[in-house]
């Protein structure tokens, strides 16, 4: 379900009921914790958080007019998701995060490479993600990105 919002408020504000508050919740964990440099914007009709062109211009490999990718938050039909890169690119990361999520939340973790989908908005373990978002800095991530994915085509 992409959004055609322009803005961050817009696409929040045009979130069902239910989902408004605890995406607003998660957009200011990410905005409070976001090492300097990333941006925030709408991404494929996602909150995103990424790498603005000023700081790394060659942008995305799949298709360089997009800034580099870092962080998306989406409301899908059966869940709220963050997509985070760092997960799938840096397995030391995901290793930390999966080791850490027990001791934040009693569901279970429902992940897929990159992607955290949370059911039930009430189980966010907003704490873990504010913790999550701050790990990787933008140079870190450039290495990371450019380590595992820029020359996949």
């Known amino acids: ?14 979130l069902p009921e239910d989902r408004k508050e605890p995406v607003k919740k998660l957009r200011n964990s990410v905005l409070k914790h976001l090492p300097t440099g ?10 995103g958080y990424v790498v603005p062109h000023s700081i790394y211009p060659s942008g995305y490999h799949c298709d360089a007019k997009q800034p580099l990718p ?4 989406a409301s899908q ?3 709220i998701v963050i997509h985070h ?6 397995k030391e990361l995901l290793d930390w995060f999966v080791s850490e999520y027990p001791k934040h939340s009693t569901h279970k973790l429902d992940m897929g490479k990159g992607c955290v989908r ?10 873990l993600i504010e913790q999550l978002v701050s ?6 991530w450039i290495s990371c990105y450019e380590n595992s ?3 996949i085509k």
């Open 118 to 127: 949370f059911k039930k908005p009430e189980a966010i373990p907003y704490e």
């Open 38 to 47: 990333f941006e925030e914007k709408m991404c494929y009709g996602m909150l």
């Open 1 to 14: 379900m992409q959004s055609d919002s322009k803005t961050p408020e817009e696409h929040i504000n045009s």
């Open 135 to 140: 790990k990787i800095g933008v140079s870190d």
């Open 77 to 79: 039909k059966n869940f």
């Open 85 to 90: 890169l760092g997960l799938y690119a840096n």
């Open 149 to 151: 994915f820029k020359n």
């Open 70 to 73: 870092f962080i998306n938050i």
